[in-house]
């Protein structure tokens, strides 16, 4: 890895991590290229202000946990590929619904650069740590629609009360949110602000 980055669990062990482009469970379908394993990456300033967050956390029994944090550049070329192959919709019905596969460029669902190729932008959600169960967000990560955006109102109001909690912390703690989609941060001032790096995770 270049000087700067980390592994997450190497100042975090308690964190949980489902990271899903290292499987199949995620809008594509199958393992995204440049995730060779398991392991969650972040520059150490965005580390450092995620150990924050979790210590904020756990006084109300809370944690987080990690759906993707650095992405390689070859990752988002993958989503680019696949983003143009309109024939390919097998996981339309659980990912995208209600959107054309045609459209996810010009709703800025996907792009041809990611902030989580510059290592300080992490997908996140919270968790009961008695139950290890995640948190009511009202939708899942990665689903592409308006009930993903911080601004979606029209959620229960314990749903509601889940993003906004979600939100507080992570801006408490440095963070910016990204607008359409509820589990998506950036670390405020990050280390490599439009460098998009490409080593893979291993």
């Known amino acids: 890895m270049p000087k700067g980055f980390v592994y997450v669990t190497d100042y975090i062990p308690d964190v949980e991590l489902e990271l899903r482009y290292f499987g199949s469970n995620n809008f594509v ?3 995204i290229d440049g995730y060779e394993a398991e392991q969650c990456i972040l520059t150490l300033p965005a580390t450092k202000a995620l150990q924050n967050v979790q210590k904020s956390l756990k006084k109300q029994q809370l944690g987080i946990k990690i759906f993707d944090a650095y992405r390689p550049q070859r990752a988002v070329d993958h989503f680019r590929r696949w983003a143009y192959d309109l024939n390919d919709t097998l996981m339309k019905s659980q990912f995208y619904p209600n959107v054309a596969k045609k459209d ?13 190729s510059s290592g300080s932008t992490v997908d996140i959600t919270l968790i009961d740590l008695k139950t290890n169960q995640e948190l009511d967000m009202g939708s899942s990560y990665d689903f592409f629609g308006e009930i993903s955006w911080v601004s979606y109102q029209e959620l229960t109001e314990k749903q509601l009360e889940n993003r906004q909690l979600l939100q507080k912390v992570m801006l408490e703690n440095g963070f910016r949110n990204y607008p359409k989609e509820w589990w998506h941060f950036t670390l405020r001032g990050e280390p ?10 291993k």
């Open 192 to 201: 490599y602000y439009n460098k998009y790096f490409d080593f893979p995770v």
């Open 29 to 31: 379908g199958t393992p």
């Open 104 to 116: 996810l460029f010009r709703l800025e669902y996907i792009a041809t650069k990611s902030r989580h």
